[in-house]
C-alpha cells in the first residue's frame, strides 16, 4: 500500500484540532494522535489512534502508511525525549517530511526553557535525515483568551509587563493554514524554517484598543513591572523555568528586541495574515 496518509500529534490541542479540520475537509487521510480518546471528535477522514509520546513503542501504530507528520506535543519535562521518540519512529516508517510547531525563540543553547527544548528537537530533527519544516510563531493571539480575557471581562483591564513594546503575534488559524499548506504541498517546503507572524507589531495598548473598538466599552492596559509579573506567577504556582522563560519574554518586548515581522504567512498562502483588528472582532464574546 502506497504511503499517503498524514498523522497530526497534538490533533485534539488548539492548533491541531483546527489542522484535522482542514485536513478532513480536503478528503486527506489523516491519523490524528491522542493520548485519550475521550478527546476525539468524529469527522471523515480522520481517524483516531490513541497513543503516548513518552512510550515509544505505542508510536508505530500512529504513522502506518504515512507519509508526513506533525509534530506538536506540550512543553513537559520530557518534552524533548518524547518529540525524538518521534523523529526517531518517522526515520524507521520511512515518513518523508515532519512538520514540528516550534518556538519562536527556538534555540538548542538558550538558556530559557522553552526555546532550549525546541531548538534541541528542532537539532535533532536537522540532522535525522527527513525532509523538516519548522513553524515558528513569534507569540500566539489566541493566548489573550485567558488571563486577560478573564479580567477584561471582571474589571475592563488588564496587566501586562511588556510596557509599551511590540511583537507581531499570529493568529493561530493561520498557524494551522500555514501548516495544512507544507503538509500537502510538502516539496516547496522541504528544510524550511518559517518565524511566522502578522503584519505588523503591536502593543497591548493597541491590543486594548482593539478589543475595546470590538465590545464598544473602552479597556485599559495597566502596564505592571518585571518584579510584579514574577510576584503574579509565583502567586499562581508556575514552574520556575516557565516563570524565567516568561519573563524573558516580557523583557525582550519591553526593550523593543521583538518587533521583527515576517511576510512567511502571506507568501505561503497567498493572502495576509489575520490583524489584530480581526482576532478581536471574531473573538469579542471572550471580552464582553
Given amino acids: 500500500m502506497e504511503n499517503n496518509k498524514i498523522t497530526v500529534f497534538g490533533a485534539s490541542g488548539n492548533i491541531g484540532s483546527l489542522l484535522i ?7 486527506i487521510e489523516t491519523i490524528a494522535v491522542t493520548r485519550d480518546r475521550k478527546t476525539a471528535t468524529g469527522l471523515p477522514f480522520i481517524h483516531w489512534v490513541q497513543a503516548d509520546i513518552s512510550q515509544k513503542e505505542s508510536l ?21 525525549e518524547d518529540q525524538i521518540n518521534v523523529i526517531d519512529v518517522a526515520k524507521e516508517m520511512a515518513i518523508k517530511h515532519i512538520v514540528k510547531l516550534s518556538s519562536g525563540a527556538a534555540d538548542p543553547s538558550s538558556i530559557l526553557y522553552i526555546p532550549r527544548i525546541h531548538g534541541q528537537v528542532e537539532h535533532y530533527l536537522i540532522t535525522s535525515g527527513i525532509h523538516y519544516t519548522m513553524l515558528r510563531p513569534n507569540g500566539i493571539m489566541q493566548n489573550w483568551l485567558g488571563e486577560i480575557a478573564n479580567t477584561v471581562r471582571k474589571e475592563r483591564k488588564f496587566y501586562e509587563a511588556t510596557g509599551d513594546g ?11 493554514d500555514v501548516a495544512f499548506a507544507c503538509l ?3 516539496e516547496t517546503h522541504f ?16 491590543v486594548a484598543t482593539a478589543i475595546s473598538n470590538a465590545i464598544n466599552e ?3 492596559y495597566c502596564p505592571i513591572s518585571i518584579a510584579q509579573a514574577k510576584q503574579h506567577m509565583e502567586e499562581k504556582n508556575m514552574p520556575a523555568a516557565l516563570i524565567e ?13 521583538t518587533e521583527i515581522v515576517t511576510n512567511c504567512v ?7 495574515a489575520r490583524t489584530l483588528e480581526d482576532f478581536a472582532a471574531e473573538y469579542a464574546t471572550y471580552f464582553k
Fill in 21 to 27: 479540520q482542514l485536513l478532513s475537509k480536503a478528503q
Fill in 60 to 80: 508505530y501504530a500512529t504513522m502506518e502508511n504515512s507519509k508526513a507528520v506533525f509534530l506538536l506535543s506540550g512543553n513537559s519535562p520530557t518534552a524533548v
Fill in 166 to 176: 511590540k511583537r507581531a503575534h499570529v493568529d493561530r488559524r493561520d498557524i494551522a
Fill in 184 to 186: 500537502t504541498a510538502p
Fill in 191 to 206: 528544510d524550511k524554517i518559517y518565524l511566522l507572524t502578522s503584519d505588523k507589531a503591536v502593543s497591548y495598548f493597541d
Fill in 218 to 220: 473602552k479597556v485599559t
Fill in 245 to 257: 522563560t516568561f519573563l524573558a519574554y516580557d523583557s525582550a518586548q519591553r526593550n523593543g528586541e
Fill in 266 to 272: 502571506n507568501t505561503i498562502l497567498g493572502y495576509p
